[in-house]
């Protein structure tokens, strides 16, 4: 009888994982293409405990002849690393593709 447990435990712990994986935004970006830097900034952010530099990059891409934008926050002073014009890539979900994130391991 505990062996049933056991394994209906397993099986539940089975399809609660497939779930979590299923639902992770990362997974589902499977295409990639060409983005243009279309501006970076640096800002500085403020609050009771703390103060930090960040750079907000923003990228222009095109799929199927439409045109997206994606914003991505970084931490530091990072801006001259991300001059207007520069190539990245962008990875998004082609079933829906405003879903996407700049691939920043390779700039």
Do not use: W
């Amino acid at each position: 009888m505990i062996g049933i447990y056991i394994v209906l435990g397993m099986v539940v712990a089975g399809a609660i994982g497939l779930i979590f994986f299923y639902h992770q935004k990362r997974l589902k970006m499977t295409s990639n293409t060409a983005a243009e830097v279309v501006r970076s900034e640096q800002r500085e952010v403020r609050d009771e405990n703390e103060r930090r530099d960040e750079t907000v990059v923003c990228v222009r891409y095109s799929v199927g002849g439409k045109s997206y934008e994606v914003e991505q926050v970084l931490r530091g002073r990072q801006q001259s690393r991300f001059p207007a014009g520069r190539v990245l890539t962008v990875y998004y979900n082609p079933a829906e593709p405003e879903m996407s994130r700049i691939d920043l391991d390779r700039a």
